[in-house]
């Protein structure tokens, strides 16, 4: 059998008119941060457009592969079967542009034109991207700049960039105090007293490969059962929907090596500073295995790997929410005893990543041109029960103030690479 035709869309060539980047200050932001970059135009030749846009777009995907069994009578008696269907499902968080310049006619020049905007306050989880058997799901935000030809037949010189959004809490409390009291039990009825488990966590967000420490206090002076074991670990709670039926939920502890365990309890030691690292940010590269995203099949749906190395982000969208917690865990001596637990909610987000400087031309000069501010509408409401497409009219601005050098310099921008769609 011949092999499968590839679906990816070939990318026209635009090298001959020349090229078009974008560079931002950094790649993380949290909702309500100001983005601001520069975008950069060296055009070699004529092209057939006068219209510079810039986009700001984002969007939630998720595919749920679910298990359904049903029950069928045969001669030999009622047998169950076992039918597996995948739901997927997409929402457009915001994709919006604007034009930035507009020219009567577009010569060979080199342009530059340094830009801001506001990301929404309200509507826009954070980033995510997480694989695993039976689900896929992520998260992901753009800035596009292109120029737009006057005919569609013509090729778009494009460039995109990558935004990263932090998902934020309402409230950052610090030495936050959980007491959690137990009674405590033995096959699973005879009552054998109760012990008291207090924790005091010194904050509730964390970036990735950071240091989480908490101190524990164990109170068992009401129970003849010796403590035995003392954990401290970090527990990620999954959750993904699409196509309303299909469901993957999931709460696993995450594996650290640096896991606090303390095997032999010290009776006489009442208080301990327990402490853990946090894994480092599973990037989508990082994933053992790569599907086509948009529309991965039934059967690469339940074949995925899940990827060990590290952790991604809480974020709380339509279809996907991933929230991280740790937990104090301390277990007593004894046959089926219970234990004692404490489960503090954080926040897990990537810190600021190196991103490369776009170098400059020696001789680049430029003329400041007016200052001109673009509107976008905001994202609607996570909760809104209307359709996926719409949003409210609140607004965003974007501030752009665009500089061009009529004469084209010797030098010109140096080659970068520039993402398909």
Known sequence: MGSR?????????????????LQTDKTVYS?????TGTIFLDLISPYPGNQLFLKFKGKEVAHVVQEYQTTIDTENGPITVS?????????????????????????????????????PQNGIPGSFYQQGPFYLA??????????????????KLKYKQPLIIKETFLANPRNTLIRETTVLKTCGCFQ????????????????????????????????????DQIKFYLVQMLSVRASGESQFRSEKRVKIKQAFAEKTIDPEVRARSLSLTLPPFAKESDFQRKINRERPSKGKLMGLLEYKGGITCSTHGRFV??????????STNGFCTTYSSILFPILVCPSDLEFPVLPLPSDWQTKPLENKIISFSQP????????????????????????????????????RQNPTD
Request: contains cysteine.
């Open 31 to 35: 909702p309500g941060d100001t983005v």
């Open 192 to 227: 054998r007293g109760s012990n008291t488990l207090k924790a005091i966590f010194t904050k509730n967000s964390y970036s990735h490969e950071e240091k989480v420490e908490v101190l524990v206090e164990l109170d068992h002076s009401k129970t003849k059962l010796k403590p």
């Open 321 to 330: 929410d991933s929230q991280f917690y740790l937990r104090v865990k301390c």
């Open 380 to 415: 609607g409401d996570m909760n809104d029960k209307k359709e996926h497409k719409n949003s409210t009219n609140s607004s965003i601005q974007i501030e752009v103030s665009p500089m061009c050098l009529p004469e084209l310099p010797p030098n010109r921008i140096e080659d």
């Open 138 to 155: 992520f998260i992901e935000y753009q800035v596009k700049v292109f120029l737009k030809p006057f005919c569609n037949r013509d090729p």
């Open 5 to 21: 035709p590839s679906t990816v869309k070939k990318q026209p060539d635009t090298s001959h008119y020349g090229k078009i980047c």
């Open 83 to 119: 039918d597996y269907r995948k739901g997927s499902d997409k929402h457009k968080i915001i994709n919006q542009s604007q034009v930035i310049h507009s020219w009567e006619k577009l010569s060979p020049s080199r342009f530059s034109f340094p830009f801001s905007f506001l990301i």
